[in-house]
T-cell receptor, first 111, second 112 residues
Framework: EDQVTQSPEALRLQEGESSSLNCSYT??????LFWYRQDPGKGPEFLFT???AGEEKEKERLKATLTKKESFLHITAPKPEDSATYLC????????????FGKGTKLTVNP | KAGVTQTPRYLIKTRGQQVTLSCSPI?????VSWYQQTPGQGLQFLFE???????NKGNFPGRFSGRQFSNSRSEMNVSTLELGDSALYLC???????????FGSGTRLTVV
C-alpha cells in the first residue's frame, strides 16, 4: 500500500531561520510527488511536482528535492507569510491515479 | 482564469439526513477528484471522475457517491449522515494526470 510520512508534524522558526521539511514515501512506482501549501480554512495550493530522483524545483524561498525514498522542502530565510501547513502527496505509476497524502507539517514563522 | 469553485462553503446537517456538494472545475479540466479532510486522518481520496466516468474510488462506504456531468461539473452525495462525516470536503481538477491538481476551497460539513 502506498504511504507518505511527513516530519516534523510541527515546526517553529524565527524569521530568516532556514530549515527543511521531510516527506518519506513508499509507492509501487512513482508517477509524481506533489507539494502543496494549505492555509487555515482554505484548500491546498499547488507548489511543485517532482517526477524522478535527482529532480529539483524552486519557487521564491522554497526548493523541493527528490530521492528514491524521500523528498525535502527547503525553506530559505522564511518570512511570517510562509506560515502554513505543507502537504506532500504521491501518485502511483500504475493503478489508481489518486493522490496519497501525508498528514502535513505545520510551519509557524515568528517575526 | 477562474479556479475550482465549490458550493456551498459551509453546511450543517442532522444525523440521518443526506447532503449534496457541488464542484465546478477549471474551464477545460475534465478530471475531477474528491477528498475528505479531517484532523485525524488528513486528506483521504473519495473518488475521481473523467469525462463523466468514475475511474477510481477510495475506501469509503456506499453512502458516499458522486457523478460528473457533460460540462465536467461534479457533485458528491452523502446519504444517512453520521457524526463522523463531519469534515472538509475538497474537490480538485486537472487537465491531465500528473499535471498538478488545483483544489477548491472546500465545503465544511458539520453533522450534528
Amino acid at each position: 500500500e502506498d504511504q507518505v510520512t511527513q516530519s516534523p508534524e510541527a515546526l517553529r522558526l524565527q524569521e530568516g531561520e532556514s530549515s527543511s521539511l521531510n516527506c518519506s514515501y513508499t509507492v509501487s512506482g512513482l508517477r509524481g510527488l506533489f507539494w502543496y501549501r494549505q492555509d487555515p480554512g482554505k484548500g491546498p495550493e499547488f507548489l511543485f511536482t517532482l517526477y524522478s530522483a535527482g529532480e529539483e524545483k524552486e519557487k521564491e524561498r522554497l526548493k523541493a528535492t527528490l530521492t528514491k525514498k524521500e523528498s525535502f522542502l527547503h525553506i530559505t530565510a522564511p518570512k511570517p507569510e510562509d506560515s502554513a501547513t505543507y502537504l506532500c502527496a504521491v501518485q502511483a505509476l500504475v493503478g489508481s491515479e489518486k493522490l496519497v497524502f501525508g498528514k502535513g507539517t505545520k510551519l509557524t514563522v515568528n517575526p | 482564469k477562474a479556479g475550482v469553485t465549490q458550493t456551498p462553503r459551509y453546511l450543517i446537517k442532522t444525523r440521518g439526513q443526506q447532503v449534496t456538494l457541488s464542484c465546478s472545475p477549471i474551464s477545460g479540466h475534465r478530471s475531477v477528484s474528491w477528498y475528505q479532510q479531517t484532523p485525524g486522518q488528513g486528506l483521504q481520496f473519495l473518488f475521481e471522475y473523467f469525462s463523466e466516468t468514475q475511474r477510481n474510488k477510495g475506501n469509503f462506504p456506499g453512502r458516499f457517491s458522486g457523478r460528473q456531468f457533460s460540462n465536467s461539473r461534479s457533485e458528491m452525495n452523502v446519504s444517512t449522515l453520521e457524526l463522523g462525516d463531519s469534515a472538509l470536503y475538497l474537490c480538485a481538477s486537472s487537465s491531465r494526470t500528473g499535471d498538478g491538481y488545483t483544489f477548491g476551497s472546500g465545503t465544511r460539513l458539520t453533522v450534528v
